[in-house]
T-cell receptor
Framework: KAGVTQTPRYLIKTRGQQVTLSCSPI?????VSWYQQTPGQGLQFLFE???????NKGNFPGRFSGRQFSNSRSEMNVSTLELGDSALYLC???????????FGPGTRLTVL | AQSVTQPDIHITVSEGASLELRCNYS??????LFWYVQSPGQGLQLLLK??????LVQGIKGFEAEFKRSQSSFNLRKPSVHWSDAAEYFC????????????FGAGTRLAVHP
């Protein structure tokens, strides 16, 4: 089975712009979660989508949003980028049992 | 609220030595517990998990972890470390009930001396 894929792997944006990141889960997985990893805050949960519905949300401002398509692929969007949004964004997919999550390689976002 | 504490930010061991990485969690009920490893520039790889049953769980790459309810701990161990084990290790907890929200510890960076 192919693993979780994320595109693009690297991204450079400037303050005020918006960005869209994509995640393709493992085939058959209906849950996709997003995490932000920074040196200062560590790994933080952004949100989870299950069958096209947001099921859980972390403590991030409304500039961070996401969606999930009928094929379980997910996108996350960050509007009005700030320098502090520079991070590794990780996507994880999960099947229907036991919360076991499989992570993709991440998208490295740099905001200048 | 759930939280995870990894007391050791950096650990250095010699190749062939044993290893124990500490993890303590705060949660009212029995959580689901995980250990992940991250190599530089990579995503997270699941080493092992605990959901219920036997409190000593075996994982990949020769790692094991023991769940101790009385100490709210889930420490990761390996009897003999290899140079390729150098990486960052994260302990994580999630609540039961089908919601995939992982709470991570701050991580422990492991260095291995030859």
């Amino acid at each position: 089975k192919a693993g979780v894929t994320q595109t693009p792997r690297y991204l450079i944006k400037t303050r005020g712009q918006q960005v869209t990141l994509s995640c393709s889960p493992i085939s058959g997985h209906r849950s996709v979660s997003w995490y932000q990893q920074t040196p200062g805050q560590g790994l933080q949960f952004l949100f989870e989508y299950f069958s096209e519905t947001q099921r859980n949300k972390g403590n991030f401002p409304g500039r961070f949003s996401g969606r999930q398509f009928s094929n379980s692929r997910s996108e996350m969007n960050v509007s009005t980028l700030e320098l502090g949004d520079s991070a590794l964004y990780l996507c994880a997919s999960s099947g229907d049992t036991y919360n076991e999550q499989f992570f993709g390689p991440g998208t490295r976002l740099t905001v200048l | 609220a759930q939280s995870v504490t990894q007391p050791d930010i950096h650990i250095t061991v010699s190749e062939g030595a044993s290893l124990e990485l500490r993890c303590n969690y705060s949660y009212g009920a029995t959580p689901y517990l995980f250990w992940y490893v991250q190599s530089p520039g990579q995503g997270l790889q699941l080493l092992l998990k605990y959901f219920s049953g036997d409190t000593l769980v075996q994982g990949i790459k020769g790692f094991e972890a023991e769940f101790k309810r009385s100490q709210s701990s889930f420490n990761l161990r390996k009897p003999s470390v290899h140079w390729s084990d150098a990486a960052e290790y994260f302990c994580a907890v999630s609540i039961s009930g089908g919601y995939n929200k992982l709470i991570f510890g701050a991580g422990t960076r492991l260095a291995v001396h030859p």
